[in-house]
């Protein structure tokens, strides 16, 4: 599998959202996950805005903003969504749900936050054992069903087929081309369906990432947490799209599993991979994409302070899109 391209695992997968992202992968040529760890919606929402070219997914941490409006279509998350829509990228919570069955559905789809309704992508902490996984696979479908039903009432004639799937990854490759400028005039909710009617939302099923591996210093996750890890997601193959982690950790041929891997940094200043990089000072440890993507095998790769933090943070963005890509392209081009 490390060995296949983006393009190739898309066909073979049977996960809706996760053929879906690995075109996406494919046309923009992005292997790069946002951290969006910023603390107001503002700055969350101008972020997307910024770097909505260069990623193909944007994460986020609700509960770092202080101001999240929760209103289910003028809320944070609703902009949010029309951002990646326009952009093309996916919404992915790292919500390290970590709670008994019960109550991590009533988290997930009700609450406060309303999580499965603007997030595409959300994660699982496995430590209360495997029926967390089974309960957010339930709650998904269920919430698929009922999404479906209340899209096709709404818009009957638009209701998304396989075909339509097809046609909102072309127009997607149109609006990564002709993207607004930074500092656009455009107000963030003006831009949805005007400028390009014909994109379509992403499929409706949700997926899930188990967190199966951490980047942080002595973290308690042993080989045998990582293969149980594993084995709840061969379980749910139509609703876990793969894992936190920092190595692929597909090994059996059906396996289509897509990792993301957090503690990522590119060293400052220079091109040169092999340069040092330091952690936080707070247990966070960082690896290259070249050792994450070329040499462990992980698909997508998450930063978040490494983009944030630099003095232009859309360049930066592309410059970790290009190092992560061309990874990739060494990885499959290998033999
Ligand atoms: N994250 C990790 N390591 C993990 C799992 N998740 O760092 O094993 C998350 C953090 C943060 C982001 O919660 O949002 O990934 C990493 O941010 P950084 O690039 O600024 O270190």
């Given amino acids: 599998v490390a060995r296949s391209s983006f393009d190739e695992r898309a066909l073979k997968t049977t996960h809706p959202l996760s053929a879906y992202l690995l075109r996406l992968m494919a046309i923009k040529k992005s292997n790069l996950c946002l951290s969006a760890d910023v603390s107001t919606t503002n700055q969350l929402l101008h972020l997307a805005e910024a770097i909505g070219p260069s990623i193909v997914v944007l994460k986020t941490h609700y509960d770092l903003i202080s101001n999240w409006d929760y209103h289910p279509s003028t809320g944070t998350g609703a902009r949010l969504n029309r951002l990646a829509r326009r952009h093309g990228f996916l919404v992915f919570e790292d919500r390290k749900f970590g709670d008994i069955g019960s109550t991590v559905q009533a988290q997930y789809v009700e609450g406060s936050a309303k999580i499965i309704e603007w997030s595409h992508i959300t994660n699982v902490n496995m430590v209360p054992g ?75 099923e949700r997926g899930l990432l188990i967190l199966a591996q951490m980047s942080s210093k002595g973290n308690f996750m042993t080989r045998a947490y990582t293969d149980a890890c594993v084995e709840s997601a061969r379980e749910h193959r139509d609703y876990v799209m793969g894992f936190v982690s920092q190595e692929t950790l597909n090994a059996q041929p059906d396996d289509q599993f897509i990792s993301m891997t957090p503690g990522c940094q590119l060293p400052q200043d220079t091109e040169d991979e092999d340069a040092e990089i330091q952690g936080d000072g707070k247990g966070q440890q960082y690896n290259t994409p070249r050792k994450l993507v070329g040499i462990m095998g992980n698909d997508i790769v998450i930063v978040g302070r490494g983009i944030i933090n630099a003095a232009n943070p859309r360049t930066e963005a592309e410059r970790y899109r290009r190092h992560a890509w061309e990874a990739y392209l060494e990885r499959t081009s290998s033999s």
Avoid: C
């Fill in 130 to 204: 495997k029926a967390v996984v089974d309960t957010m696979a339930e709650a998904a479908a269920r919430w698929r069903q009922r999404k479906h039903y209340e899209v096709k009432t709404d818009i009957s004639a638009e209701a998304p087929t396989h075909d339509g799937r097809k046609a909102s990854i072309v127009s997607i490759t149109t609006v990564s081309q002709h993207f607004e400028p930074v500092n656009s005039p455009r107000t963030h909710d003006e831009f949805a369906g005007d400028l390009f009617p014909d994109i379509e939302e992403p499929p409706l």
